[in-house]
């Protein structure tokens, strides 16, 4: 059975496997030492509970051998009644009876006595523990006072015995190995089903890269959810969404290779034609005429190609979600007009500027330009002679509207619907375009999460007759955060009546 590598990456990164296995051993390891130092202190505990009662029994046996006569302590204790108390294979016994003064009445003088705050706590008759050491050996001594009624503290005659601490010791050692000695048995074991688990754990994680490994070449289609576990929907989720992403962006290349490749044939066939036409021609006029028309193929191919562009680069800024941030429609519109005015002079027409004050909107500087740079190009290309283009930006409530109007042919509703699909071109216009300006204004509106149109112009010219027609965008207003909190400002969806 195999399992995922637990080696480190050139990166540093461990695998999953490994991290979970450390995590889950680590804690382990660092309480194994805790548990035998636990182990260790309740060994001794327990080993030494029936040794205390032997002792308070020697105790005990001691002092029902002494009697008090006319008040004082008279010791019972015989001979073989002493080798008893000492008869032990392991443990040396060690015992006296002490009175009034220290005085010796029976056993070893050496014994160390209790300590005065141990003394001035015990009662008489009750029985007590303590340890200490005699001739370099650990002891555990047992020790009560015994007194007669009316008899002062300072009388009381003192029984202790003190054994050494060898049984408890090998008792205790034979509790921690009983406990410890399972464990080099137990930790292994564990250690093997942790990591088994662990590798049955993980087998849905391993399915669902043996899934993705085994998809074609350009299968974007999203990972089913079905079988996948509750914690990895998460991450099927989050994958899903990046398939969709990039089957956008594969989509847009997609469209923009097909477009370019329908829109740019016509055109460079055409240049070829006429530059063939030209090689043949030996008069300069008809050279000359040969040449102009060249030369007006290429700036229609030029134009062509920078809309082409110009679309790419939108729809790659609205799948990259390309930050935006606050400028001044107004004053941009007014720059870009500047760079108008001479073809417009050129064709007599009067383009005009409505100034109403600074408006603020979200939005790429970059995009903006080249949608207010096809918006005007638009009215000046569908505008007749002597005609007028005004383009003005006005702040309504939440809303800043963008209207470019003109007193051109104007346009239908029918065709106000369509103007804005790619290559859709009014019949009948006389105007020669690739039908792709438009199509780049209402990229770029989306990605500004603007509402772009287009409709016949409401306003009477001076004749009284209807003409031209009015490019409006409409885009939320961006306050400040302080004046965001009188109000959240309208989406475009919810546009005010009239600006649809």
Same mark, same amino acid.
């Given at each position: ?13 461990r ?11 680590a804690?382990l ?36 051998? +002494?009697?008090?006569v006319?008040?004082?302590p008279?010791?019972m %204790? /015989?001979?073989?009644? @002493?080798? *008893?108390?000492r008869s032990? #294979? ?18 070893d003088?050496?014994?160390?006595l209790?300590?005065e705050?141990?003394r ?20 555990r ?20 015995v ?8 090998q008792?205790a ?10 464990q080099f048995?137990? +930790? ?9 688990? %662990? /590798?049955?754990g993980l @087998?849905p *994680?391993?399915?669902?890269? #043996?899934?993705?490994?085994?998809r074609?070449?350009?299968d ?32 847009a290349?997609?469209?923009f ?9 016509t055109p460079?066939?055409g ?5 063939q ?7 300069p ?20 190609v920078n ?5 790419a680069?939108?729809?790659a800024?609205?799948? /990259? ?8 429609l107004?004053?941009l ?6 760079g ?20 603020s909107?979200l ?5 903006l ?17 002597d ?7 006005v702040?309504?409530?939440?809303f800043?509207?963008l209207e470019?109007e ?11 619907q369509?103007?804005?699909d790619?290559f859709?071109?009014?019949?009948g216009t ?5 039908g792709l ?16 149109s287009?409709r016949?112009?409401p306003?009477p010219s001076?004749?009284?007759?209807v ?23 309208a ?7 009239g600006?649809?």
């Amino acid at each position: 059975m195999k399992s995922p590598r637990k080696s480190a990456s050139p990166e540093g990164q461990r695998s999953l496997f490994g991290e979970i296995l450390d995590w889950m051993l680590a804690p382990l390891l660092f309480v194994w030492p805790i548990s035998i130092a636990v182990t260790h202190y309740f060994a001794n505990s327990v080993a030494s509970f029936p040794y205390d009662q032997a002792l308070r029994e020697s105790v005990g046996a001691i002092a029902r051998q +002494i009697r008090f006569v006319d008040g004082r302590p008279q010791v019972m %204790l /015989s001979g073989s009644a @002493r080798a *008893l108390l000492r008869s032990d #294979e392991i443990d040396s016994v060690y015992f006296h009876v002490i009175g009034r003064g220290g005085k010796l009445l029976a056993g070893d003088r050496e014994l160390p006595l209790p300590r005065e705050d141990e003394r001035a706590l015990a009662d008489a008759g009750e029985a007590y523990f303590r340890d200490a050491e005699y001739n370099g050996q650990d002891l555990r001594v047992a020790y009560l006072y015994l007194s007669d009624p009316g008899m002062p503290r300072d009388a009381w005659v003192l029984v202790e015995v003190g054994e050494t601490m060898e049984k408890r010791s090998q008792l205790a050692n034979k509790i921690i190995a009983s406990v410890i000695l399972p464990q080099f048995v137990i +930790i292994p074991l564990a250690v093997i089903l942790v990591w088994f688990g %662990l /590798s049955q754990g993980l @087998r849905p *994680l391993t399915r669902l890269r #043996e899934r993705i490994q085994a998809r074609r070449e350009g299968d974007l289609s999203p990972i089913p959810a079905r079988r996948v576990p509750e914690e990895l929907q998460p991450l099927t989720e989050a994958f899903n969404a990046m398939l969709g992403r990039m089957q956008n962006n594969m989509e847009a290349q997609s469209r923009f290779i097909a477009d370019a490749a329908h829109q740019m044939r016509t055109p460079l066939t055409g240049l070829k034609m006429q530059a063939q036409l030209a090689m043949r021609e030996s008069d300069p006029a008809e050279l000359r005429h040969a040449l102009r028309l060249i030369a007006t193929s290429v700036d229609r191919a030029s134009h062509l190609v920078n809309q082409l562009l110009a679309l790419a680069r939108a729809e790659a800024s609205e799948h /990259s979600q390309q930050a935006l941030v606050p400028l001044d429609l107004e004053r941009l519109l007014r720059e870009v007009i500047e760079g108008w005015v001479e073809r417009a002079i050129a064709r007599r027409i009067d383009l005009g500027f409505e100034p109403a004050g600074p408006v603020s909107v979200l939005g790429n500087s970059f995009l903006l330009r080249e949608m207010l740079n096809n918006l005007i190009d638009n009215a000046l290309r569908y505008t007749p002679d002597d005609g007028r283009v005004t383009c003005r930006v006005v702040a309504q409530g939440d809303f800043a509207v963008l209207e470019i109007e003109d007193s051109g042919i104007g346009i239908s509703e029918e065709d106000a619907q369509r103007v804005f699909d790619r290559f859709y071109r009014v019949d009948g216009t006389g105007v020669e375009g690739s039908g792709l300006g438009l199509a780049i204004v209402r990229e770029i509106a989306e990605l500004h999460r603007a509402a772009a149109s287009l409709r016949p112009n409401p306003r009477p010219s001076a004749d009284g007759t209807v003409r031209g027609s009015i490019a409006r965008v409409v885009f939320p207003i961006h306050r400040s955060p302080a004046a965001s909190e009188a109000g959240s400002p309208a989406l475009p969806g919810n546009l005010p009546a009239g600006f649809a």
